[in-house]
């Protein structure tokens, strides 16, 4: 069998690909008097406005011997304020239609609701409640230790390789505290208190670590006057524990080898972890993309 390939193909086949030019995202921002970080993203081709709030607190902040604790105030501090009864920013975001979460990562924690954008003020109302006047109390704190370990089973003890992410973690990193699972553990949830929750939100929940990113469609000179106004008088951390942690790994010297066993793995998984530069490195964006091919 012969085959030919006409010069047209074999220009189309070698030709650079057009490049693609995406336009920048066009924001305002500014910075209150007590440290809040305010992004105002506008964009009137959608109905809708989109509120976040991302604290500078994540999982490696978690006290010693109470792994899961970040994760574990997140939930807390999603339910109940002084002005708000318990699951009431669930109701005041699901009865127009809108969605909310939060989630916590090593280093943040973030909550968002997406709503109609006549909905801006009530979203923002909320998330200086839950900044300024949360109800840590017994009722909220036992609630969502309990919501967590039953998350803790389903995510983690239920699925045959649901305890790998943990043996992974915690064999990569000796002093890191990466090497911590971000959901915790059952004896270390259990071990944590309610005098634990609250300190941990004077520690670390406050304007000064927190950003604000409103998206969507708003007039500015309001949103301006909405954030002020709700956002405003609340105080920075009155005994600011710094974030920066610095941890560092002594140098690999060989190889390191873990077998981990499980009841309910159908078959063997097998994983390898290298140590790579800090995300400030030049060579990160080929590290990210090698990991991904």
Do not use: C
Not at 24 to 37: D, M, S, T
Not at 98 to 114: C, H, K, M, P, Q
Not at 137 to 160: G, S
């Amino acid at each position: 069998m012969l085959a030919s390939v006409s010069p047209a193909a074999l220009h189309a086949q070698t030709a650079r690909p057009a490049e693609i030019k995406v336009p920048p995202v066009k924001f305002n921002e500014r910075v209150l008097a007590n440290g809040l970080r305010v992004i105002a993203i506008r964009d009137t081709t959608t109905p809708n406005v989109t509120v976040q709030v991302w604290y500078d607190v994540g999982s490696k902040h978690d006290p010693e011997g109470r792994s899961g604790f970040a994760h574990l105030f997140e939930h807390i501090l999603s339910r109940k304020t002084q002005n708000m009864p318990y699951n009431m920013i669930n109701r005041l975001t699901e009865n127009v239609g809108g969605v909310r979460n939060a989630s916590t990562w090593f280093d943040r924690t973030n909550y968002y609701e997406i709503v109609p954008a006549q909905y801006l003020e009530t979203m923002i109302w909320t998330h200086a409640e839950r900044m300024a006047r949360p109800v840590v109390d017994k009722e909220v704190f036992e609630t969502e230790r309990n919501v967590v370990k039953e998350e803790f089973r389903q995510r983690v003890l239920a699925p045959p390789y649901g305890r790998f992410r943990l043996v992974k973690d915690e064999n990569s990193y000796d002093t890191m505290p990466n090497r911590r699972s971000g959901i915790g553990s059952l004896e270390q949830l259990d071990a944590a208190t309610l005098e634990d929750a609250r300190a941990f939100h004077e520690a670390y929940y406050g304007p000064d670590t927190a950003t604000l990113i409103v998206s969507g469609n708003f007039d500015s000179a309001r949103l301006d006057a909405l954030v002020d106004r709700y956002f405003g008088a609340i105080p920075r951390r009155a005994n600011p524990i710094p974030l920066a942690i610095r941890a560092t790994e002594k140098p690999r010297t060989s190889p390191r080898t873990v077998t981990a066993y499980a009841p309910n793995v159908p078959l063997p998984l097998v994983a390898s972890t290298w140590r790579i530069p800090g995300s400030t490195h030049p060579d990160m964006p080929a590290e990210r993309i090698a990991s991904i091919t």
